[in-house]
Nanobody, 131 residues
Framework: QVQLVESGGGLAQSGGSLRLSCAASGFSFNWYGMGWFRQNPGKEREAVAAINFWSGAATMYVDSVKGRFTVSRDNAKSTVYLQMNSLKPEDAARYYC???????????????????????WGQGTQVTVSS
């Protein structure tokens, strides 16, 4: 079965950094795009970043994190990462990784930041940013 396990969350100072990891198993990792999302209680889950299948050369970011966050993947380890720099209090949330529903790159560029286009989710990892 598909499993996604996030790790790396914790407490960071404003302006600090964290690196989140998502270990994937149960599917052909190389052939699927992956995404990072975040959510706070009472609010909708929002996209943070996405990375395309295979090489991971194509990435997308929500405007609020552009220039500060970097998503990457290591296919040999079946792991996707989210490097978060220059953290702000508004970045605090539970962060989830997810598997893009469609195999390969079809429709990825137009759907990569939509929650409904992901079919498996991890349990999340909590990120807290102190001000």
């Amino acid at each position: 079965q598909v499993q996604l396990v996030e790790s790396g969350g914790g407490l960071a100072q404003s302006g600090g950094s964290l690196r989140l990891s998502c270990a994937a198993s149960g599917f052909s990792f190389n052939w699927y795009g992956m995404g990072w999302f975040r959510q706070n209680p009472g609010k909708e889950r929002e996209a943070v970043a996405a990375i395309n299948f295979w090489s991971g050369a194509a990435t997308m970011y929500v405007d609020s994190v552009k220039g500060r966050f970097t998503v990457s993947r290591d296919n040999a380890k079946s792991t996707v990462y989210l490097q978060m720099n220059s953290l702000k209090p508004e970045d605090a949330a539970r962060y989830y990784c997810a598997k893009f529903r469609q195999r390969g790159g079809t429709n990825w560029s137009s759907r990569a930041l939509y929650t409904e286009d992901y079919d498996y989710w991890g349990q999340g990892t909590q990120v807290t940013v102190s001000s």
